[in-house]
């Protein structure tokens, strides 16, 4: 059967670098950009999906977007997820080839357990486990540091945490201080989820996934 994985990390963690790397090595993965994804040949299906991408990331970062409830961005989120998933993860799945997805809805589960707001986060548990759940987890130990370096000039409100500030802000020790408390939610957060996580560094390139790869064919099980 194979194997549904992610490569999670805060933002400007080089998750969508490394998945780009990973279509240069012959791991015979189909590999999954969420802001990049192949047209499924449903025009339907393909316009949908893009215009729920361009809703929930693809805004005008002038709008101000955290005033919205909380509430319709979880569920905002749960609803892209599970139509990405049925769009392109599954047909891959039923075809026996491994999907590997630049993340998924972790980063923003682990955000919200920023919130301080109890029912918000009891809700995003239960919403978001009913999402297909990766098989396996790669990790990228980015720190805040780096990754505020990599999107200087590039990052959005939201990566300085205005979601639980309310207020927008683009200074760099914002966007620090608000990624590292994010890896720490998140590592919280992926230590109790069922799918076996993989760390690597904050510089992987293709190479860090050669260890991974008869993992990701299914030729050993551990």
Known sequence: MAEFW???????????????????VPSHATALSKDDPPHT???WLDRR????HDLTWGYDHAEPVWDYPAHYW???LAAWYTLFHHAYVAPALDRDRPVVVDGWYFKHQARMALSGDEILVSQAEDVFSALPQPDRV??????????????????KPSEHGAFTTKR??????????????????LEVLLSTHPAPVHTLPSTSDETDLLPLLPLLRGEVNA
């Open 6 to 24: 992610t490569i999670e990390g805060i933002d400007g963690a080089g998750k969508s670098h490394l998945l780009s790397r990973l279509t240069t």
């Open 41 to 43: 040949g449903n025009t």
């Open 49 to 52: 999906l893009a215009l729920m």
């Open 74 to 76: 979880l569920h905002s």
């Open 138 to 155: 790669v990790l990228l130990t980015t720190t805040a540091e780096v990754a505020t370096t990599r999107r200087a000039g590039t990052s």
């Open 168 to 185: 927008a802000t683009t200074s760099s020790a914002a966007f620090t201080d608000y990624q590292t408390r994010t890896a720490r939610a």
